[in-house]
C-alpha cells in the first residue's frame, strides 16, 4: 500500500490518497482538511485512479497542489476497531509498538478479513489477539480460507 498527502495554500491540513498494492486507487480522504465542496469534487475527477499514472504526473490536479509520499501510519486503535475478538487488550496495546511498520499494515489488513472469516465460519472461534499477532496469524490468507 502506498499513502500520498495533498496539500495546497487554499485548504488547511492535507487528503490522503491511499492506494492498494496492486497500485489501484482505494481511497481518498478529506478528513483532515478544511476543503470546500468546489475542491473536493476537483480533487477527486481528477486523481488518477493507479498509481503509475499518478508517480508519472498523469493527473489534472492544479498546480498549487503539492503531492507527497508518506509512510502509512495504522494506529493501535483502528486495527481495534477491526479485530473481531475484544479480549486482553492490554497485552496487544502493549506488543503493537514493537512491531514495524509493514506488520502493522499488514495485521490490520488481515483483521478485516479474519473477521469476515469468524462470520463466514461460525463454529471458528477466534483466537486473541495477542497470540494472533505474536504467531504471525495475519501472514494467513484468511481472503481464501
Not at 112 to 126: L, S, V
Given at each position: ?53 499518478l508517480e508519472e504526473g498523469g493527473h489534472n490536479l492544479s498546480k ?82
Amino acid at each position: 500500500m502506498k499513502r500520498y498527502c495533498l496539500s495546497a495554500k487554499t485548504f488547511t491540513g492535507e487528503a490522503e490518497l491511499i492506494y492498494d498494492d496492486a497500485g489501484a486507487l482505494l481511497k481518498i480522504d478529506f478528513s483532515n482538511t478544511s476543503t470546500t465542496v468546489e475542491q473536493r469534487y476537483h480533487i477527486k475527477i481528477n486523481v488518477p485512479m493507479t498509481l503509475t499514472h499518478l508517480e508519472e504526473g498523469g493527473h489534472n490536479l492544479s498546480k498549487s497542489i503539492s503531492i507527497i509520499a508518506k509512510d502509512i501510519e495504522i494506529s493501535f486503535e483502528m486495527f481495534w476497531k477491526e479485530y473481531p475478538y475484544k479480549r486482553n487488550r492490554h497485552l496487544v496495546e502493549g506488543y503493537w509498538p514493537m512491531m514495524n511498520k509493514t506488520d502493522q499494515v499488514t495485521a490490520y489488513l488481515a483483521a478485516i478479513e479474519y473477521g469476515k472469516y469468524c462470520t463466514r465460519n461460525k463454529w471458528y472461534n477466534a483466537k486473541i489477539a495477542d497470540l494472533w499477532l505474536k504467531k504471525k496469524e495475519f501472514l494467513n490468507d484468511w481472503k481464501n480460507l
